[in-house]
Nanobody
């Protein structure tokens, strides 16, 4: 198993940037596919971005964040990042990192077995 902990959330104005970090511990992190999900008030949790194991050569993004968000990983630091630029009020949500075993990369929420506690991102207009 692996434990995940997000950090880097906060309050920013529209057009600003944030970099979220997800620190992993417990197992060889490079063996896990990783992803970011978010849940806005009154909405269901949705897929945001995913990155493949082991090197992160494959990435996926939900259409609404393409060109603005970048997912990356540093296996030596057991960390996954989500760089968020040109933030919009509709990006406001709790952001969760997740890890999946047995897949090279996946965009499906149900295939992620391990989840962090979430970090709040608030974008003001």
């Amino acid at each position: 198993q692996v434990q995940l902990a997000e950090s880097g959330g906060g309050l920013v104005q529209a057009g600003g940037s944030l970099r979220l970090s997800c620190a992993a511990s417990g197992r060889t992190f490079s063996s896990y596919a990783a992803g970011w999900f978010r849940q806005a008030p009154g909405k269901e949790r949705e897929f945001v971005a995913a990155i493949s194991r082991p090197s992160g050569s494959i990435t996926y993004y939900v259409d609404s964040v393409k060109g603005r968000f970048t997912i990356s990983r540093d296996n030596a630091k057991n960390t996954v990042y989500l760089q968020m630029n040109s933030l919009k009020p509709e990006d406001t949500a709790v952001y969760y990192c997740a890890a999946a075993e047995g897949f090279r990369v996946t965009r499906k929420e149900y295939e992620y077995a391990y989840w962090g506690q979430g970090t709040q991102v608030t974008v003001s207009s």
